[in-house]
């Protein structure tokens, strides 16, 4: 059981290119999210999702773009990198009974020279 | 401002001996605490929660304590072990008033434990 999928694990990008986190579950989630993890900041939500075709910012959208085309697949886009979007970022879901608790990937590192 | 608080970066406890890691939250609308471990390289994972209707939830080694008045909650674990040496989360979330409320989780700093053999 595959779980939460994120790729890649590590991108090194010059400040203003653009890439795509990927991020897939298998467990039939309807909530997916993005979070960003900082030192001494922990997990901040970036942008999150309650189903196919509905996407939502959190406290940290600036930067990054989100969509939901599928249950399964819920990629993360930087538009123009800069080095303030240096992080480890995490995707997560969760099911949709009360206190279901979010199942995280294993982090994608980015660095932004 | 940060709503959920872990003012402790870090925390080295003997084997055998009880971990006690505390967090403080602001929000009074926050109703479901939880914890989640990470270690290196991997994604954080669910250890334990507890809803605010309580003031104590026990799973093993684990159990978690909710004092509603201070806003503070806190994680024993006993008795510790090298294997659960990583950092600690905790994160709260709000009475769920929607689907996609229910999911947004306020995270700590978090608060790497370390447990000497």
């Known amino acids: 059981n595959a779980g939460v999928t994120q790729t890649p694990k590590f991108q090194v990008l010059k400040t203003g290119q653009s890439m795509t986190l990927q991020c897939a579950q298998d467990?039939?989630?309807?909530?997916m999210s993005w979070y960003r993890q900082d030192p001494g900041m922990g997990l901040r939500l970036i942008h999150y999702?309650?189903?196919?075709?509905?996407?939502d910012q959190g406290e940290v959208p600036n930067g990054y773009n989100v969509s939901r085309s599928t249950t399964e697949d819920f990629p993360l886009r930087l538009l123009s990198a800069a080095p303030s979007q240096t992080s480890v970022y995490f995707c997560?879901?969760?099911?949709?009974?009360?206190?279901?608790?979010?199942?995280f990937g294993e982090g994608s590192r980015l660095t932004v020279l | 401002d940060q709503q959920v608080k872990q003012n402790s970066p870090s925390l080295s406890v003997q084997e055998g001996r009880i971990s006690i890691l505390n967090c403080d939250y602001t929000?009074?609308?926050?109703?479901?605490f939880l914890w989640y471990k990470k270690y290196p390289a991997e994604g954080p994972t669910f250890l334990i929660s507890?809803?605010?209707?309580?003031d104590k939830n026990e799973d093993g080694r684990f159990t978690v304590f909710l004092n509603k008045s201070a806003k503070h909650l806190s994680l024993h674990i006993v008795p510790s072990q090298p294997g659960d040496s990583a950092v600690y989360f905790c994160?709260?979330?709000?009475?769920?008033?929607?689907?996609?409320?229910?999911?947004?989780?306020?995270f700590g700093s978090g608060t790497q434990l370390t447990v000497l053999p």
């Open positions: 929000n009074s609308m926050f109703d479901y």
């Open positions: 507890i809803s605010s209707i309580k």
């Open positions: 999702s309650v189903g196919a075709g509905i996407t």
């Open positions: 997560a879901s969760s099911s949709p009974r009360v206190g279901g608790e979010l199942f």
């Open positions: 994160a709260a979330r709000p009475f769920v008033i929607s689907s996609g409320s229910a999911r947004q989780l306020t």
């Open positions: 467990m039939n989630h309807e909530y």
